[in-house]
């Protein structure tokens, strides 16, 4: 275990599953990337919470686009639902005349 990478770990926003999975990454690099990584560490958090950032917005874009679409395919069943009915009733009544 690296005590620096632990120190590190500990003053930033991660939560626990991104510091386990940044753990298991320096863990299978060799020394040179290790390196890399400890003294980029704050840029290399910085994208990684940004890219999270970017994700959870697009993942709310998504969701609105599909409660939308929801909206609107029952706008539309009901719509139908209704059309036919009429026209059903609408036959009805003209078979009775």
């Known amino acids: 275990m690296n005590v620096l990478l632990e120190k590190l770990l500990l003053n930033n926003l991660l ?11 320096f863990n299978f690099v060799d020394d040179k990337k290790k390196l890399n990584i400890l003294n980029n560490f704050e840029n290399i958090i910085n994208k990684v919470l940004k890219i999270k950032s970017e994700l959870k917005d697009q993942q709310e874009i998504l969701l609105w686009k599909a409660i939308s679409n ?28």
């Open 70 to 97: 929801i909206e609107l395919s029952i706008k539309q069943a009901k719509n139908n639902w209704i059309k036919n009915a009429t026209s059903s009733s609408i036959k009805s009544l003209k078979e009775i005349i």
């Open 15 to 25: 939560n626990d599953k991104d510091r386990y999975e940044i753990r298991q990454i």
